[in-house]
């Protein structure tokens, strides 16, 4: 069983940055593909970024080049650094795990966080 726990929503202007954790406990963390996912009201829940045991990484189109996502073994904790937001990147932001090398889709996750608020005001 692995737990996640996400941190860092809250409410910034359009063109600030934001940095969200993902603390995870349980299962050996280093071994795992790691994700964030979004999803924003009336919509499905899309890929933002992955990165797996290797630290290879995948972004979504949306987000390249304004969003990192990073990895720090010794803490079981991931990152996401969000640059030059703007207002649709508003959505509760998820971290997931995965067991697989990594993946854009939700089934290549089987844990979940709770997820945190990011609002992007304009």
């Known amino acids: 069983q692995v737990k996640l726990e996400e941190s860092g929503g809250g409410l910034v202007q359009a063109g600030a940055s934001r940095r969200l954790s993902c603390a995870a406990s349980?299962?050996?963390?280093?071994?795992?593909?790691m994700a964030w996912f979004r999803q924003a009201p009336g919509k499905e829940r899309e890929f933002v970024a992955y990165?797996?045991?290797?630290?290879?990484?995948s972004y979504a189109d949306s987000v390249k080049g304004r969003f990192t996502i990073s990895r720090d073994n010794a803490w079981n904790t991931v990152y996401l650094q969000m640059n030059s937001l703007k207002p649709e990147d508003t959505a509760v932001y998820y971290c997931?795990?995965?067991?697989?090398?990594?993946?854009?889709?939700?089934?290549?996750?089987?844990?979940w966080g709770h997820g945190t608020q990011v609002t992007v005001s304009s």
């Open positions: 349980g299962r050996t963390f280093s071994s795992f593909a």
């Open positions: 990165i797996n045991w290797v630290r290879d990484t």
């Open positions: 997931a795990a995965g067991t697989y090398s990594g993946g854009s889709s939700t089934n290549d996750y089987t844990y």
